[in-house]
């Protein structure tokens, strides 16, 4: 069975440091997508990333950047030089297609507190 | 463009009583989700429509719940009659069809937060 681990339950950093979440997944699927998404206050789930399993090339958007590693089933996420309003909710999550099905399996999030 | 909207935003039933959640995915969008997340767990997948036809609806809890997506538009998630356990948040999602073997990300509502008391 598909499974995603946030061991982190929750982060709390003081703004501009750097900040690493992480994310550990089970598969059996040759064929499968990693996701990031984020749930400020305001509680809606924000894409952030889509991976798909034949791309190891690490991803870089502005402050944020993604760590994927196939040999430890990791799909790691660094804020770099945080601010107050990267606190939020962070969920990793898997997708297989098995049969045509995309539901996404999600961990449990980790709870990023970015404090001024 | 408008994003995922979900109605209402909180619901407060008595146990026993029916609810209805609606959600009109982004326009175009073939693929709509239906999740749950109860207090402290994690986000559980719920059912999959493409267009009006139920594609998975492993996650459904039990017959309680029955969703329905008419004429592959907005969807509607109606629980009845509901239980105590029945509380938490309903998010719905939805993303582009497309090429098999491809999963595109999910573009997900603000969530339905219902209590049942």
């Known amino acids: 069975a598909q499974k995603v681990t946030q061991a982190q339950t929750e982060i709390s950093v003081v703004e501009k440091e750097d900040v690493t979440l992480d994310c550990v997944y089970e598969?059996?699927?040759?064929?499968?997508?990693l996701f990031w998404y984020k749930q400020p206050p305001s509680g809606e789930l924000v894409f952030l990333i889509r991976?798909?399993?034949?791309?190891?090339q690490n991803e870089i958007s502005g402050r944020y950047s993604w760590n994927f590693q196939k040999s430890t089933s990791s799909f790691n996420f660094t804020i770099t030089a945080s601010q107050v309003v990267d606190s939020a909710v962070y969920f990793c999550?898997?997708?297989?297609?098995?049969?045509?099905?995309?539901?996404?399996?999600f961990g449990q999030g980790t709870r990023l507190t970015i404090n001024p | 463009e408008a994003g995922v909207t979900q109605f209402p935003s909180h619901s407060v039933i008595e146990k026993g009583q029916t609810v209805t959640l609606r959600c009109d995915p982004i326009?175009?969008?073939?693929?709509l989700y239906w999740y749950r997340r109860v207090m402290g767990k994690e986000i559980k997948f719920l059912l999959h429509?493409?267009?009006?036809?139920?594609?998975?609806e492993s996650g459904m809890p039990n017959n309680r719940f029955l969703a329905e997506r008419t004429g592959g538009t907005y969807s509607t998630l109606k629980v009845q009659p509901a239980e105590l356990e029945d509380s938490g948040v309903y998010f719905c999602?939805?993303?582009?069809?497309?090429?098999?073997?491809?999963?595109?990300?999910?573009?997900f509502g603000p969530g339905t937060r219902l209590t049942v008391t």
């Open positions: 999602a939805s993303s582009q069809g497309g090429l098999a073997g491809v999963s595109y990300e999910q573009y």
């Open positions: 598969t059996r699927d040759t064929t499968y997508y």
């Open positions: 991976r798909n399993s034949f791309d190891e």
């Open positions: 999550a898997l997708s297989e297609l098995i049969q045509g099905a995309q539901k996404l399996v």
């Open positions: 326009s175009g969008h073939d693929n």
């Open positions: 429509f493409v267009k009006e036809s139920k594609q998975d």
